[in-house]
């Protein structure tokens, strides 16, 4: 595989993930190996706030109106997290949904692990081992429960599952396929009752399951070679460019990275190319990045989904927008579900390989 540069001496990349599977001790947000529950980690991370409806209010003439038909969804009394609301919306308390985890570590015996909150405090997602895991080599992916809380008036409480590399804390989410029904389930009172019991261990079943299913598709991109630079180019340019970039790629006989040199635009495709390198450049300097993983992976189909995930969980938008990419990692598969199309793609051509 050719270099993107030939480089000296460079800085390494500021690494900022959050998430953090290392067991290096209780952090604010990371607590592997504690074996906590859904309202430990709540507390710990800071999150154990309570929201509330207010009526809204506004000014005319110098007098205060106070509106009887909307409301302010109101964060301990001090910020309002979102306006414009009426008394249909109910809203789910951060330690309501804490006690329904407690319930899954009572009856199933998980741990929560990670807590998170983001989009100006509009979402909360709690983060349960599951004990499911595979590896490929020294790679390891461990399988996790998400429960997600939202204050934002419009989207539903949630529980998916999720799988997340150890090295690089890239995720990739597969949803419960009845997580229609049981969205409905926990959006309004909750009844800790045989019913309940028997539908924990069903999510942790199917939690199970998909991890099964991850794993069958990481060994099928493992077990095919990229041997070109070309190969690994088509892929970049499949899942992030467009008809007329292909066409353009093709007809100049597939290039290698040169091929970008005379475009411009495209940044997510070079960003890609550098990180199978384990570079990134930024403001006219290349830098180093770290824990891309890339040191327990060959250079298989893989580790270029691996590239694909680690740029949407920690690169994408920016050093500073940590926030949009939690949001985009816990509630869809990356921006536009992109990892879901990353996974499709290196499939295809690992299976034409």
Request: proline share 1%; aromatic share 10%; charged share 25%.
């Amino acid at each position: 595989m050719v270099e993107m540069r030939n480089m000296t001496k460079i800085e390494n990349y500021t690494w900022g993930s959050l998430l953090d599977l290392t067991g290096k001790g209780l952090s604010q947000f990371n607590a592997v190996g504690e074996k906590m529950n859904c309202s430990q980690i709540m507390r710990n991370a800071g999150l154990d706030w309570q929201v509330q409806m207010t009526p809204a209010q506004s000014t005319h003439d110098d007098k205060t109106i106070t509106s009887n038909k909307f409301f302010n969804l109101v964060k301990d009394n001090k910020e309002i997290l979102v306006g414009g609301l009426t008394n249909q919306y109910h809203p789910m308390q951060n330690e309501k949904l804490a006690e329904l985890g407690d319930y899954f570590s009572k009856k199933v015996k998980i741990n929560f692990e990670h807590c998170f909150s983001y989009d100006n405090d509009k979402a909360i997602t709690f983060l349960a081992n599951t004990n499911g895991s595979f590896n490929i080599g020294d790679d390891v992916v461990k399988n996790y429960l998400m429960f997600n809380n939202f204050h934002t008036g419009r989207d539903k409480t949630k529980i998916n599952t999720t799988n997340i590399s150890i090295w690089c804390s890239n995720t990739y989410m597969q949803a419960l396929k009845d997580n229609d029904q049981f969205m409905l389930a926990i959006t309004h009172r909750i009844e800790f009752n045989s019913d309940l019991e028997n539908l924990v261990k069903n999510k942790i079943d199917l939690a199970l399951k998909s991890n099964e299913e991850y794993k069958e598709q990481a060994l099928a991109l493992d077990s095919k070679e990229i041997k070109s630079d070309q190969d690994l180019l088509k892929y970049f340019i499949l899942v992030y460019g467009d008809k007329e970039l292909f066409a353009e790629f093709e007809k100049h006989g597939k290039k290698d990275y040169s091929f970008f040199n005379g475009l411009s635009g495209h940044q997510q495709i070079k960003r890609c190319y550098g990180i199978w390198n384990d570079t990134i450049e930024t403001n006219g300097k290349i830098y180093k990045l770290q824990n891309t993983g890339n040191h327990v992976r060959r250079n298989t189909y893989w580790k270029a989904f691996n590239v694909t995930t680690y740029l949407e969980d920690h690169l994408r938008g920016g050093v500073d927008n940590q926030s949009a990419r939690l949001k985009n990692t816990f509630t869809s598969n990356g921006l536009g579900n992109v990892k879901t199309k990353a996974m499709n793609v290196a499939l295809e051509l690992a299976k034409a390989a």
